[in-house]
Nanobody
Framework: QLQASGGGLVQPGGSLRLSCAAS????????LAWFRQAPGKEREFVAS????????YTADSVKGRFTISRDNAKIMVYLQMNSLKPEDTAVYYC????????????????WGQGTLVTVSS
């Protein structure tokens, strides 16, 4: 199971930190990732991090503004979001995969329920 939290309303240029707690079949050796889905759009990849934390990949649309990290002792994954823009408004989902490198929703078999991020003045 994956449980995302930390969403909310933030002004443009502001910051938020999303958290996702993993339990059950999601092990500390799973690749963990964040996706997002804006209203009327398809779910898109945001960032992923390998089980060791040694490798990560961030989508070009958020590179330099968003940072993914994880704590394997707690089996948590985080998404630090800075310099937020209105176009970052979306429901953010955490996901898990036994393999690293995928960016498609088809590469991830476990999903959390999502947390809403709204960027607006």
């Amino acid at each position: 199971q994956l449980q995302a939290s930390g969403g909310g309303l933030v002004q443009p240029g502001g910051s938020l930190r999303l958290s996702c707690a993993a339990s059950g079949r999601t092990s500390s050796r799973s690749t963990l990732a964040w996706f997002r889905q804006a209203p009327g759009k398809e779910r898109e990849f945001v960032a992923s991090i390998s089980w060791s934390g040694g490798s990560s990949y961030t989508a070009d649309s958020v590179k330099g503004r968003f940072t993914i990290s994880r704590d394997n002792a707690k089996i948590m994954v985080y998404l630090q979001m800075n310099s937020l823009k209105p176009e970052d408004t979306a429901v953010y989902y955490c996901a898990a995969s036994p393999r690293y490198g995928g960016t498609s929703i088809l590469d991830f078999g476990s999903w959390g329920q999502g947390t809403l991020v709204t960027v607006s003045s």
